[in-house]
């Protein structure tokens, strides 16, 4: 098992965007980039071709709209708002493609859980099968 931890709120998917010009980009490209290059920092090995599991940990900044009483009890409370857990998933998994495994096809099997922490990040626990 390896794990990977991605500091920072944890950034959904979106579609690609065409301009008015006829180009299509990414409107996460930015943060594409820098998700990739702490991955590639903290997993140092060749990308594999053999079947993998991933576990995704989205937690979630904290409303500022929560009062002290709730932000006591974080715990408790399920993060049921948007992004949802699939887009967020593709995010990463788009990241993590030519990195940890040669394509995403290899993903066999997923786990997603979001919750809310002070410390907003992505933890990413990665198993060879």
């Known amino acids: ?8 709120p944890p950034v959904a998917w979106t579609a690609i965007v065409r301009a008015k010009n006829g180009h299509a980009y990414s409107p996460k490209n930015k943060q594409k980039a820098a998700a990739k290059l ?3 920092k903290q997993y140092p090995i060749d990308p594999t071709e053999l ?9 979630m900044p904290i409303p500022k709209s929560f009062s002290k009483k709730k932000r006591e009890y974080i715990g408790a409370f399920s993060h049921v708002t948007k992004p949802d857990t699939t887009n967020l998933q593709k995010f990463a998994e788009d990241c993590l493609t030519g990195i940890v495994f040669v394509d995403d096809k290899q993903v066999v099997e ?3 859980k979001k919750s ?14």
């Open 1 to 8: 098992m390896m794990t990977i931890e991605l500091p920072g």
């Open 38 to 40: 702490q991955i590639k």
């Open 110 to 112: 997923t786990y997603s």
């Open 116 to 129: 809310y922490s002070e410390n907003p990040r992505t933890v990413i626990h990665i198993y060879q099968l």
């Open 51 to 59: 079947p993998i599991s991933l576990e995704f940990h989205f937690y």
